[in-house]
């Protein structure tokens, strides 16, 4: 009933920032100093050097000068305490303050150097590395409180720390992968880097209240940020996606043991990064509302708009939970005039860690910036702009040159104040104003607030847990969301065995509430003797789990080759039943991937999002789609509903509630087990009833029923496929007169030789992988288009997709597929106008590979055409931590990339949206953040000959005309051989040369 009271609380909770902002300015000095805050709280905040460079990529950034410190009051009158200089010494930092529930207790984040003096406990208090330290105000108040130093790592990092609830301790995100370094992909123990290959990645943690027992509870790929505890006891945080071609912060929530983990909110609604998401009061009437700064994944220093997220009521923008909530919804600014979440100019100014007040006021404290640029090397504020200065910091199309030469610059320092926004009133005020070369961010009120459920751990199962396994269970795959994940838009004519005019039966949903006009008709499906039985195109599920690229390794961005995928593994397939179910076990503490395939071995989508079960955790999915709300379709009449040409074996068998899978597997529990092959029996249909079986299928590398169908080349071991030992051996296999690269050898057409490129990998591999410029037919010349500010050449479509778009099997978009199936599956028109299918002089390419070898292509293909799977198989990647080491980086290179690299398009992209649409990552694989390890280790992915520096593209390319590629007119090489900075990283490399 108070739906419409906080709708309507939304839309006028704003301001008109563009009147407050002009007296408001950045720096020590502000017209507010005399602003007494109506209903003043102490707050506290960090202090933190605003020349350092911020991204949601970076997980820990740090720069000396940071600081904690508290404010009695929240008004720029009131006492304001730095309460750690005594340790950081001005050459520490601080971040991620989070209070206690009683209000006494902060706890946060410090980093410090060694060669501090500071002690705690009779022993130093610096590590040199990021701890978690607690300060309690209990009996000494605002400034003579006790430190308490929770974590003292000198390896790892350990930053965003919050309470958990009934004096368990905490939740933080932090580096030292304390599981997961001990169990990565092929029985190797390391460190994993991001999905950028830049820094070691953070995952969730939690410890006892006094700093023991740290336990791993999350296992992304790339960074979880941000965990903060929700009023029922779940975790909410920021998880980094960044799975091929998509590249965004969604919110996620996980219970506190990390089972139950799922995207709350954000996987595909506007914008791009959710970052600092926090609830708003739940005792208010914005309960069930998140507060999120969002924005870009670079370019803002960590700032956005101001978003208050109705995530009770809705999963994704426009999509509500049921037909009781309004159709379009699901998140807002809440600020009048829209604040930019993305690159570039934000005219009004950007927010950033938001953090609600539980005290029922509903007001805000946030971290806030306003528009600054200079002009002529002078500070001004972006209302004194022209029309046409305007339009110019606003053009996309500009290049870098023109950047550099316009008189205005959007170069100012983030200069972040306190201030408090309320919404009821409509008011922004400043209540802490950092001094000049300082930012105040990370704001939290010292007040008691209600304390959140403490949610007990799940209940496991002991014998999975001591295998280290888990099962997954999803009910239906043909239970899809509105982007139709799983649905008819994925498939293609081509898909529909004969007979058949539709592959999934449709029907209009028995639940009311359900949002959706039409849900495919597992009645049918499942039904042996209705023909949608035999129409339903899933038959397998693929599981797949990731190869994390490795810290201080060199050579990795050239072995994985050109794609938006990092290496992965297969672990092995299972069936899908008839009514879309599946039930397996799998590997916990895992990252994975499901990708269901059609009866050819053909992904029908692509996962792009890594999942994980806990040790023993039994975790159950409605169906293939992002957190839509409602009842699962699979669901009681329907799953309980035996058809009569159902085997009476099976039926009998039947228990209330069970999916065909859940069935399958408690009578035969080895079908829980992934095979290494697809292979599928049909044990449902009931011949002599009228059930017609579906055709068995078999598809093993060897010992098919027919020799002709096994591999005559190497077989991948451990589900690696690595191209130059799996693929192209199928290239040169003697075919007689229809042998791959008999015919294909001209690089102007297509070569499929095994000769090496210009890049070190083999030609056949560039050939597929990379499209041809696209000419320009009235000069003759490549076309080319504005990135970031540079020139990039825009190239046709390649024989073998790598963009997924919306989540489409690679394979079955990939032109090569349909040319070695001789079917039209799901290649665009353009893939198909620059690769045309083969002329009738020449063999059928159909017929040309055998059912093995088909198999290992598309499994290659769907993986993403990686050029090793297993890093460690390729010679160019080579470990590299003793010779070419941080800190001789940090001293000779770094200044260099700098001065001359990070400012244009070595930066991070990413995507917003169900259209998961981003330049590809592949083009830009050199991503700088300014951040010293991410840069290093970036770095060395770029470097694979230290013996001879000119040959690595970290010299080679920056220092040829053009580069990029693109920069037609271009007469100076950005990096020119002989210059100091070329010299310099020249010498760098070849000093890590060990002959």
């Known amino acids: 009933m108070n739906k419409p009271g906080r709708e309507q609380a939304l839309a006028c909770a704003a301001v008109t920032l563009g009147v407050l902002l002009a007296a408001c300015g950045s720096g020590g000095g502000s017209d507010s100093a005399t602003v007494t805050v109506q209903g003043d709280v102490p707050i506290a905040y960090v202090m933190r050097a605003n020349t350092m460079r911020m991204n949601p990529t970076n997980g820990a950034p740090t720069a000396p000068g940071g600081d904690l410190m508290i404010r009695e009051k929240s008004s720029p009158s009131a006492p304001e305490h730095n309460i750690t200089a005594q340790f950081t010494q001005g050459q520490g930092d601080a971040s991620d303050p989070e209070v206690s529930y ?120 790339s960074h979880d940020r941000n965990p903060v505890v929700r009023p029922n006891g779940d975790i909410l945080f920021s998880r980094w996606e960044h799975v091929g071609d998509r590249n965004r912060f969604a919110i996620f929530r996980t219970k506190p043991d990390g089972t139950d983990m799922f995207v709350l909110y954000g996987a595909h609604s506007p914008g791009n990064s959710f970052l600092h998401p926090r609830d708003m009061d739940p005792a208010g009437p914005y309960k069930g509302f998140l507060t999120s700064s969002l924005m870009s994944l670079s370019g803002t220093n960590e700032g956005g708009a101001l978003m208050l997220v109705d995530a009770a009521n809705y999963s994704e923008q426009d999509t509500p939970a049921n037909r009781t909530v309004q159709p379009q919804g699901g998140q807002a600014q809440i600020t009048a005039q829209a604040l930019n979440d993305g690159r570039g100019l934000s005219r009004y100014g950007r927010v950033t860690t938001p953090f609600p007040l539980w005290d029922g006021t509903n007001r805000v404290l946030v971290g806030y910036r306003p528009c600054e640029v200079t002009r002529n090397g002078n500070v001004v504020s972006c209302a004194t702009l022209t029309t046409a200065e305007l339009a110019r910091l606003d053009d996309e199309n500009r290049t870098e040159a023109q950047i550099a030469a316009d008189p205005v610059q959007d170069n100012v ?164 039943e008839p009514d879309g179910s599946f039930k397996l076990k799998v590997p916990a503490d895992t990252p994975l991937a499901l990708a269901i395939v059609d009866a050819k071995g053909r992904g029908i989508q692509t996962h792009l999002n890594w999942i994980q079960v806990r040790p023993g955790e039994r975790r159950t999915c409605d169906g293939c789609h992002s957190p839509r709300r409602g009842a699962a379709l699979n669901a009681n009449a329907i799953v309980n509903t035996l058809a009569s040409a159902l085997l009476p074996s099976m039926s009998s068998a039947h228990q209330s509630g069970e999916t065909m899978a859940s069935l399958r597997t408690r009578l035969d529990p080895t079908a829980l087990s992934l095979g290494a092959d697809m292979v599928y029996t049909d044990i449902w249909a009931d011949t002599g009833h009228g059930g017609v079986a579906r055709a068995p299928i078999t598809v093993r590398y060897t010992g098919n029923a027919n020799p002709a169908d096994d591999l005559q080349t190497p077989a991948p071991v451990n589900g690696i496929i690595n191209y130059a030992e799996h693929i192209q051996p199928l290239w040169a296999r003697n075919r007689g007169a229809a042998t791959c690269t008999g015919c294909h050898s001209d690089p102007a057409k297509l070569s499929l030789q095994g000769t090496t490129s210009g890049t070190g990998r083999l030609l056949s591999y560039d050939e597929l992988l990379i499209g041809d410029p696209v000419i320009d037919t009235a000069t003759g010349l490549p076309v080319t288009r504005i990135e970031d500010g540079v020139p990039v050449i825009v190239r046709g479509a390649a024989v073998v997709e790598t963009m997924t778009g919306n989540a489409g099997g690679l394979a079955r978009k990939s032109r090569l597929t349909e040319i070695l199936f001789g079917e039209e599956l799901m290649a665009g028109a353009a893939a198909r106008t620059a690769h045309p ?144 900075g070329y010299t310099a990283i020249a010498n760098w490399i070849s000093s890590g040369c060990t002959p």
């Open 102 to 221: 009683d209000g006494k207790k902060i706890v946060f984040a410090m980093r410090c150097p060694t060669t501090n003096t500071a002690t705690i406990g009779g022993q130093p208090a610096c590590t040199g590395r990021w701890n978690i330290w607690e300060y309690d105000m209990t009996t000494g108040g605002y400034t003579g409180g006790s430190f308490k130093r929770l974590t003292s790592s000198t390896q790892d990092d350990d930053v965003d720390p919050a309470y958990l609830p009934a004096g368990r301790g905490f939740v933080f995100s932090s580096n030292r992968q304390t599981k997961s370094k001990t169990t990565q992909a092929l029985g190797q123990t390391y460190y994993a880097l991001d999905e950028y290959e830049r820094e070691r990645v953070f995952n969730l943690h939690t410890m006892t209240a006094n700093g023991v027992n740290i336990q791993q509870i999350s296992f992304n790929q």
């Open 837 to 980: 299918s083969p002329p009738g002089t020449a063999p059928n390419h159909a017929t040309l590979l055998n059912a093995a070898e088909k198999r290992l292509v598309t499994e290659w293909m769907d993986l993403g055409g990686q050029y090793y799977n297993d890093l460690t198989s390729s010679p160019s990647v080579v470990n590299v931590a003793a010779a070419l080491n941080q800190a001789s980086f940090e001293a000779q290179v770094q200044p260099v990339l700098r001065a001359s690299c990070s400012a244009g398009c070595h930066q991070p992209g990413g995507n917003a949206g169900a259209a998961q649409t981003t330049p590809s990552y592949a083009r830009n694989r050199f991503i700088l953040t300014g951040d010293p390890a991410g840069d290093f280790n970036v770095t060395l992915t770029m470097i694979s000959d230290t013996c001879n520096a000119a040959s690595n593209y970290l010299l080679s390319r920056p220092s040829t005309v053009p580069h990029p590629a693109g920069a037609a007119g271009q007469s100076a090489a950005v990096l020119p051989v002989g210059s100091a």
């Open 413 to 576: 320092p983030p200069s972040y104040a306190v201030y408090m926004y309320d919404p009821a009133k409509q008011t922004w005020l400043n209540v802490a104003a950092p001094p000049a070369g300082f930012m105040y961010t990370d704001p939290v009120a010292l007040q008691q607030r209600a304390e959140p459920n403490a949610a007990d751990p799940t209940n496991v199962d002991a014998t999975l847990a001591a295998q280290n396994m888990a099962l997954i269970e999803v009910r239906s795959v043909y239970d899809t969301d509105g982007l139709d994940r799983m649905g008819t838009s994925m498939l293609a004519a081509a898909d529909l065995p004969a007979g058949c005019t539709t592959a999934i039966a449709k029907t209009a949903p028995t639940d009311t509430l359900d949002t959706r006009a039409q849900v495919a008709d597992l009645l049918r499906i499942k039904d042996p003797a209705d023909p949608a039985y035999g129409c339903a195109p899933a038959r397998f599920v693929r599981a797949v789990r990731a190869v994390a690229p490795q810290s201080n390794m060199m050579g990795m961005r050239e072995a994985i080759g050109e794609t938006d995928f990092e290496p992965q593994q297969i672990l092995g397939y299972a069936p899908v």
